[in-house]
Structures are given as C-alpha cells and as structure tokens.
C-alpha cells in the first residue's frame, strides 16, 4: 500500500475549530488583560481630533438633488443617433450570442474516424481505433495548423493518484500535537 495520506474529516474539522477558537480566545483574553482599563468604551481621542470633530459643524445637506451644488446642466441630451453610434463603437470587437452559442457547441467534439486524411475540423477531436484493449483502443488527435496531430491515447493511468485506501483521518490527538505551541 502507497505511504497513507491525513485528511481531516467534518468531526476533526469540528474539533480543529473549537481547538483553535479556544487558543485565539485565551491569546485575546491575556492581551486584553494586560492594558488595564482599555475597551471599546475608553475614550482615549487627543485633544486635537476632539476639538476638530466639535468644530466640524452640522450638515445642512437635506439629501435632495435640489440641495446639491456645481450640479451637471441637464439641459443637454445626447441624441438617439448619437447614443446609438457610441454603443455600436464600444461593442464592435464584442463576440454576439450567436457566435458564443456556436463555439460552445463545438467545444468536446469527439469523431472516430479510419485514417487521418478524414481530420480537416480544428474543433474536433478525432479518435482512431489502436491495438490496445480496456481504456485504451484509440489514439486521439486534433487538427492544429491544418494538420493532424496526435496528442494522446484514450488510456488512463492513475499511478501516481492518491486512492481511497491510502486515506486515514487526521486524529483529534494529532490536531492537539499540532497546537501544542500556540
């Protein structure tokens, strides 16, 4: 059997979270401690900001569009043949629905054919029946350039994937082992 691989399971992950939210909390808590008398009441603001912030004033800005200053002149429209113009402008190198939908169609197309004088479609993935057996009785090959070329085998080798068995949870004593110097 392959060397085992740690996972950490929904239980470990669980854990891993309570361990971690207890040695943040403790960590805060000793900080906190040690400045005495500060929280989120104190008010430790130099004389300066205060007197800034007491000498900023009220707002008498209403919210209104009305109330606003240096407003643009609305007056001015843009006309239809304008606004149409400037569209047509900013979209003409934009692909449409169409040629979208078109290209989507093409993408994992997949066509067993005899010989490689049949591959003439770069969108195409072309098959062609080998001597293998199992996962692997066809080679396959995509048009590039204008000429076939073969890229692969339908073979499928998984030496070198982790496997279920090779799989072992991370233990709740192993997660304590990590966190022993925090």
């Known amino acids: 059997m392959a060397e085992e691989k740690k996972y950490l399971d929904n ?3 669980l854990y891993l979270k309570t361990t971690l939210k207890t040695k943040v909390d403790a960590k805060v808590n000793t900080k906190v401690d040690k400045v005495e008398g500060m929280g989120l009441s104190h008010n430790d603001l130099t004389d300066d900001l205060v007197e800034k912030i007491n000498n900023a004033g009220d707002s008498s800005f209403t919210g209104d569009y009305n109330d606003l200053t240096n407003k643009p002149d609305l007056s001015v429209y843009a006309e239809t043949e304008d606004v149409n113009s400037a569209i047509a402008t900013a979209t003409t190198d934009m ?3 169409t040629y ?4 989507l ?3 994992n197309k997949k066509e067993i054919v005899e010989s490689t004088t049949e591959m003439t479609d770069a969108n195409i993935i072309y098959l062609i029946a080998n001597s293998g057996s199992g996962d692997n009785i066809y080679d396959e090959y995509l ?3 204008g000429k076939p070329e073969k890229v692969g085998t339908t073979a499928v080798d998984l030496t070198n994937y982790v496997q279920e068995g090779d799989l072992v949870e991370i233990t709740n004593q192993e997660i304590d082992e990590i966190f022993a110097d925090f």
């Open 11 to 13: 239980d470990g992950l």
């Open 100 to 103: 979208v939908t078109q290209q």
């Open 143 to 145: 048009v590039i350039n």
């Open 95 to 97: 692909a449409t629905k």
């Open 105 to 107: 169609a093409n993408i």
